[in-house]
């Protein structure tokens, strides 16, 4: 059976949480990549992909309310409503981030790396081992292995 070490990439290509929009926005369309870990003194801190970076360019969503008795209350929750202004207004990377990314090991298998993919609608996912970045499976790399047969 296939696991994360048969398919990822080992020569990857990070961002430090420092690290402009711009730059970043850059650096996904020149390597046709959907995200990259963002890594700061060696230790993987989040993931950056394209929709994160889409992100900017839409809207607030608003919270709604309702209201019982003279109260009201809002149906979101405070923080999801910053956490998106946060990311549309994002200058850097660490601001635009997935932090605390969910990872691998090169010995995932194929089935459960899928079903994390399609599942979390994680599309990037870092391969760890011994707490440090020695892979990257994407999405692109899953579909190779259906030209394989």
Known sequence: MLTAKDIMSTDCITLA??????????????????????????????????????????????????TLLDGVFPLSSHDELEREVKKIAALTVADAMTPAPIFITPDTNMEDLATMMANEKLYTLPVLEDGKLVGVVGKEDVLKTLLQG
């Not at 420092?18 to 390597?31: G, Q, R, V």
Request: hydrophobic share 45%; glycine share 6%.
């Open 17 to 66: 949480p420092e690290t402009d929009i711009a730059t970043a926005a850059k650096t996904l369309i020149d390597n046709k990549i959907n995200g990259v870990p963002v890594v700061d003194n060696g230790e993987v801190v989040g993931v950056l992909c394209q929709a994160d970076l889409v992100a900017q360019q839409k809207k607030i969503t608003l919270p709604s309310f309702f």
